[in-house]
């Protein structure tokens, strides 16, 4: 299974960012598809997910600035983020659960800065 990951950048505060990940290979059954992050020197986390049914969970940090939601067809999850703060500096990862399994993807640079 490959993840592939897109659409961060550096972005002023304020602003919008939108992220893509894309799931392929050897693929069953997707549970759920989702987002964590990981800021220098902290650890790896939670950002937001969304079940195939399309449940979705945010942290704290991510509610009511950031969306989830997935394309069951292409494999491919997105996160929506608006009003992005500094503190929201990371690598992004996405991460898919199967029915027995989960993988990560390689990660996207999000940087906040004016």
């Known amino acids: 299974v490959q993840l592939q990951a897109s659409g961060g950048g550096l972005v002023q505060p304020g602003g919008s960012l939108t992220l893509s990940c894309a799931a392929s290979?050897?693929?069953?059954?997707?549970?759920?598809m989702g987002w964590y992050r990981q800021a220098p020197g902290k650890q790896r986390d939670f950002v937001a997910s969304?079940?195939?049914?399309?449940?979705?969970a945010y942290s704290s940090a991510a509610k009511g600035r950031f969306t989830i939601s997935g394309d069951v067809a292409k494999n491919t999850v997105y996160l929506q983020m608006t009003v992005l703060k500094p503190e929201d500096t990371a690598v992004y990862y996405c991460?898919?659960?199967?029915?027995?399994?989960?993988?990560w993807g390689q990660g996207t640079q999000v940087t906040v800065s004016s």
């Open positions: 290979g050897n693929i069953f059954s997707i549970n759920a």
């Open positions: 991460r898919v659960w199967t029915t027995d399994n989960n993988y």
């Open positions: 969304v079940t195939v049914s399309g449940g979705a």
